[in-house]
Every structure is written in C-alpha cells, then in structure tokens.
C-alpha cells in the first residue's frame, strides 16, 4: 500500500512505465477509499450504537433518590435488585443528603416536570416538602401495607391526606459511658446526680438546629408537656432540669452536632449524650463498644419517658414519569421480606409490626428499651417556626442562664407574635 | 471579520461568566431581596430577620476582627520565615517544605487534625498536662481563645501563599543594593528598616490584597474548629441558615452582606494597590 501510494505520488517521466504507475496509483486511491471508508462505517456505527443507547426500547428505569450512606449503598443495591428482576427494568438509587432531595422535589415540582420517581425524606422536612409529593391512596393496593405499619408512623407521614410512608424509622437513646458510669442514670435525679459528679462531662446537642429540639422534646414530653406550647407544666418543670444541669454542662455542648458529640464521647470528654443508632455502630467499629460505651434507655421523667421519631419516609414526587411504577416500587421496599433483609443488612430499624428491630447483639440494647416510647414531632404546618423558638430557649437557659419560666413566656410570645403576623402577611 | 471571530471565540466563555457567575449572583440577589413568606419583591423581610438575630451581629463582628488579625500575623510571620530562609542555612529547603506543607494538605484534613489537637482531651492539652499546666479551652464555644485559635490556625494554613509571594520579591533584590548598603554601613535592622522593607513594599501590598480578599470569605476554619455558634463568621452564618433551617432567603441575605462587606473593604485596597504601583 505504501509503496503504491509512494508510486502514484511520483508523477511519470517516461512512457513505457505508464501504464503500470496508472495501475499502481488506481490502486493506491481505492486503498485511501477503502480506509475512508472504513473510517466512515466506524463513525457510522458509533453513532447507531448511540441512537440505539438513546432510544432503548426496554421500560424507562425507575429513579429512587434516597439518603443512604456510601456504605450501605452496595447491599441496598442488593436489596432492589429483586425488585428489578420481578418488573424487568432497571432501578435508579441515588444517594442525596436530605436538603438536596429536598431541594430538588421542590425545583421539580416548580417546574412542572422531572426525573425522580421515589424520594426520600426525613421526618422533619415531611412537612415542608408535602406539597412537592402526590397524596397516596390508602384504599388502594397500598392498603395491606399501611395495615402493617406502626400507625404512628403513618400519622407522622399524613400531612393534608397521606403523602409519605416509612422507609426506616429511628429514634434516639442515652449513649453512656460504662466504665465512667457503672450504670446508666435511670431517672431525672439520677441524671442530676450523674453530672454534679462529672462536672464539664455531660453533653447535649445545643447547637442552633433540629437535633437540640430532638434533645430538647423528650424531657419537655417526660414531664407531660406537649411540645406545642412552651409555658405548659411539661415545658417548665423539664426546663427546670436543664437549668440545674447546665452548670456541669460540657461547654462544647453550645455548638454540639450529633457526629461532634459522638467524637466527643470517643475522645472520652463526655460521659453521656442523647443520640442515634448510627453512633452505637461507629463506636463498634473502633472498638469502643459494647465495652466502653453502650446505649441505654432515656431517664424517666415525672410522666414517664418519652423519645422523638426520626428517619426516612418515601414520597411519590408531584410529577413522577411513572408513578404507578413508583408505588409498585414503594411497597416492595415496605414489603416483609425487604424491611427483613434491611434490618439484617444494614441495621435499619422498621416501622412493620410484623419485623422485629435488628440482631446487633445488645449494641442497640438503648434503643430497643425506648421502642414502646416513640413519639412524633408535633405534626403542624408552622413547626419549624416552633422548633427553632424550643431551640432559642433551650440557649437562653443552658447557656444564657436565664432563668426558665422567663425563657419559656418570651419563646410563647415570640411564637404568638409570629404567627400572627404570618397570618397577615400571607396573601 | 478579525472582531467576528474574536467575538465568536469569546462566547464560550460569556456563556460560562453567565451560567456560573451572573446568573448566580442575580438569582442569589433576587433571592435576598424577596419576602419568603408573601413573596412580595423587592423587600427587606430577610434582612430584618437577619438583623434581629443576635449570631448575625458576632458574625458581622468576626468577620472584620478574624481576617484583620489573621492576615496581620501571617504577614509578619511569612516576612520573618521569608528573611531566615533567604539565608544560606543548613537544611533550608527542608525548612522551606515544612512551611509550604500546610497549604499542601487538603484543607479539611488540615482542620481535622488541628481540632484534634486542640480538643479538649487533644494533643495541646495533653501537653500542657505532661508540663503540669491546667487544661485550655481552646475551642471553647464563644471565648476569646477560640477566636484566637481560628485565627493562629488559619493564619498557619495561609502563611505559605504571603510567604511565596516574599520570597521571591526577597530574591529579586538586585544584590548590587544590599552590597551598597553594606558599604554605607547599614546592617541589621536599619538595613532592613531602610533598604529591605522599602523594597519588598510593593510584593507586601500585592499579599494583603490578595489574602485580605480571601481572608473575608473564611469559612472551613471556624466551621470545623468551633462550629457555627462558637466562632461564628458571615460565611459559616449563611452555611448554617442554608441548611440547618432550610431558609435559602436569610442564607442570600447575609451572603449579601458578605458580598457588600467584600466589595467596600476592596475598593480602598484596590485604589492602594494602585497608587503603590504607579
């Protein structure tokens, strides 16, 4: 080939080697056509093979955006696999931290269109996020479903009609310290006990966010309070717990957040906190628990104790390409056998009756102890607006020092002031 | 035609100012500038809530005080590390990358490793217990010693930059002048009071100004060290508006702020770096 291309490039100079170079060059052009042509099929096939991965004809997959950690994302995977082979079509999970999914229902639902099929959400936002989702049909073929479900749990998903139901549920314990401790504190006077003898050494989250409500609602509901009024008998008598802790208070407890607590405590700085099953399972995997550390149930309260419901509950967006196959997706991951296997697998707790909590042997012991006790985030269209004034009186108490009745009667007013003007201002 | 074709071959890049730079900052002031609750715009609904939130205003407050003081003291240490390393002494080069190593390090491992160092069961207090001292809180939400760390720590991750920047000005010293100065028996500090510190003038306007800027929109340092609510800054206030309350609106207002606080401080600085030049 290259000597004929080489020919042809030459020219001729006498007339008897003509009509061979003719030949030579003829030949050399059908071997550059040749190679064009090659190069045209290959471009051409590149194409078609994109078309034809651009317009599969097998169904659309299913997207399921969910806040999974990056390490639970292989057996969850796993887990949807199933579902995959039983429909024939691939399934999407992909894994957002819950102010994103959050963010993009409501991107979706402005816009009027969009690409996730199944969300989910943490119990907090629920409310926020209800009208970026459809209402489900609680007569219809989720029915058996629901049936199954702790009705709690479904409650806290019912928000103007049923929107969103429980993925995983979880809820909080005290994480204490054994060899410090001995025993966990078992009533408030014990917890008062506990930390006049480990002064700087009793941590709460206080940090301006959810999870200082998170802390703040099981003393506040202990007491009978309601945790939807902040100068009721509950609210004072657990505010005045906190007041009389407060001096032996860590002072990281201010800006704590549940991973910063939880390092605290594997540092050895505090010997006690609220928090969630995840922390039991961190410490395990450094070796800190069950022997340092375990879970323990909260201390009661004058009324009894009292947790907050947390975790994640799936929703169906507003303009879900395929919500019939996002519902038939959504009770296959509330199903039995899956809420089974995510249980085992990942050490999700499930809102089913009918699955018992994770086998973790005695890690979650805490946990387990304060089942009975769950209870729901007040389910109204302004608890964020209450979250944060609980918050700001928790500050001004713990550590602002005011004192609590005063804390408690402006956080009131602050919260009948605001709501008032809202109701004005809304058009 | 010349002109088409400039023009042709700017538009990738008008586009790219206009997706990520114009369109953000309009849709971030529009954002500010409207009543989250009656969507009424324009409005200063936001700016009002902002205003009347206590961590707002030591925010604002930090935000001048952390980035004065962190960029004084890495002037002053970069020009010191920059007058020893420019001598001819054994090991320099090493010395040389241990200075640089900081600014090496991916920020966030930076930041972890200082608060375990200064927590407080940490390496510092560990320390101060092996040589008999009590225990500081060097993080200690809201004292003036956690502010101090923020600023010791972010001023040793960045000294690396100002310390560049005079290292080279140091080198490009023609040596003809410090042999003159010699000769006219200047030495030591007069020396360096007279004939140095003139020279490396300009070099250290370019730094403030570089770093000075940049030091205004601090952020990882007091988030990972002290948290929002212990050291907080404009920056980690917006953070924490965003998405610890979900409330996108009083996130752009300080973010506003921020912006505006960049804007008035550069102006002066900018006409400075200016006038140094001419």
């Known amino acids: 080939m290259r000597r004929g291309r080489a020919a042809a490039l030459e020219g001729g100079s006498s007339s008897g080697d003509r009509p061979q170079r003719r030949a030579e060059a003829s030949a050399a052009r059908r071997g550059t056509r040749r190679r064009g042509g090659r190069r045209w099929l290959a471009l051409a096939l590149l194409v078609w093979s994109i078309a034809a991965g651009g317009c599969s004809s097998g169904p659309r997959p299913l997207t399921l955006v969910l806040a999974v950690l990056p390490g639970e994302l292989a057996s969850y995977r796993e887990v949807v696999s199933a579902f995959e082979r039983e429909e024939g079509r691939r399934v999407l999970v992909v894994a957002q931290q819950y102010a994103d999914i959050r963010r993009a229902l409501a991107a979706e639902a402005a816009a009027g269109g969009g690409g996730i099929d199944l969300a989910e959400l943490d119990v907090y936002s629920l409310a926020a996020a209800a009208r970026t989702v459809r209402r489900l049909d609680p007569a219809g073929p989720l029915a058996p479903t629901i049936a199954a479900l702790e009705p709690e749990t479904v409650r806290a998903g019912t928000i103007d009609g049923l929107r969103f139901l429980p993925h995983r549920i979880s809820w909080q314990a005290l994480v204490y310290d054994r060899e410090a401790l001995g025993r966990p504190p078992e009533t408030w006077e014990d917890l008062v006990r506990v930390a006049r003898r480990f002064p700087g050494r009793i941590g709460l989250k206080g940090a301006s966010y959810e999870g200082c409500t998170c802390d703040v609602l099981p003393f506040v509901w202990a007491a009978g309070g309601s945790g939807e009024r902040f100068d009721d008998a509950g609210a004072r008598a657990a505010f005045r717990l906190f007041a009389e802790i407060a001096p032996y208070l860590a002072p990281e407890s201010a800006t704590f957040k549940e991973s910063t607590i939880a390092e605290a405590m594997a540092r050895g700085e505090i010997v006690l906190h609220l928090n969630w099953p995840f922390a039991m399972k961190l410490y395990r995997s450094q070796g800190l628990a069950p022997e340092r550390i375990r879970s323990a149930a909260l201390p009661r309260g004058p009324k009894g104790r009292a947790t907050v419901l947390g975790g994640g509950f799936l929703g169906i967006p507003l303009h879900a390409p395929d919500p019939a196959g996002a519902e038939r997706l959504l009770a296959f991951l509330l199903s039995r056998d899956v809420q089974r296997r995510l249980a085992a697998r990942l050490g999700w707790f499930s809102a089913r009756r009918d699955v018992s909590p994770p086998a973790e042997g005695g890690l979650l012991a805490g946990f387990e102890a304060m089942k009975a006790e769950v209870r729901p985030r007040p389910e109204r269209a302004d608890y964020p607006l209450l979250s944060r004034l609980w918050q700001r009186a928790f500050r001004a108490v713990v550590f602002g020092r005011v004192p609590p009745e005063r804390a408690l009667a402006e956080a009131q007013a602050a919260f009948e002031q605001a709501r008032a003007s809202r109701e004005g201002a809304r058009p | ?278």
């Open chain 2, 1 to 278: 035609m010349r002109r088409g074709a400039g023009g042709l071959l700017s538009l990738p890049l008008v586009a790219y100012l206009a997706a990520f730079l114009a369109f953000p900052m309009a849709f971030a002031l529009g954002l500010a500038f409207t009543d989250p609750v009656t969507g009424a715009f324009p409005s200063l609904a936001s700016f009002r809530a902002i205003g009347g939130d206590a961590l707002f205003w030591r925010a604002l407050a930090l935000n001048a005080l952390v980035p004065a003081l962190s960029v004084a003291l890495e002037v002053a240490a970069a020009l010191a590390l920059a007058l020893l390393l420019s001598e001819r002494i054994p090991g320099r080069l090493l010395v040389r990358a241990a200075v640089v190593l900081p600014f090496a390090l991916p920020e966030i491992v930076f930041l972890t490793i200082l608060r375990s160092v200064l927590a407080p069961r940490g390496y510092a207090n560990g320390l101060l217990a092996a040589l008999g001292l009590p225990a500081l809180g060097f993080l200690a939400p809201g004292s003036p010693l956690a502010v101090a760390s923020v600023i010791v720590v972010d001023a040793w991750r960045t000294t690396p930059v100002v310390f560049l920047i005079v290292l080279g000005a140091l080198a490009a010293i023609p040596e003809e002048i410090d042999d003159a100065a010699r000769l006219d028996g200047a030495r030591g500090w007069r020396r360096f009071r007279y004939v140095t510190l003139p020279l490396l003038r300009p070099a250290l306007v370019a730094a403030v100004l570089l770093r000075g800027l940049d030091a205004l929109r601090l952020f990882a340092a007091p988030l990972v060290l002290a948290g929002v609510e212990g050291v907080p800054v404009l920056s980690t206030y917006a953070y924490h508006q965003w998405s610890d309350y979900g409330d996108d609106a009083a996130a752009a207002a300080a973010a506003v702020v921020l912006a505006f606080l960049a804007v008035a401080a550069s102006l002066p600085l900018l006409r400075r770096g200016v006038e140094q030049a001419a």
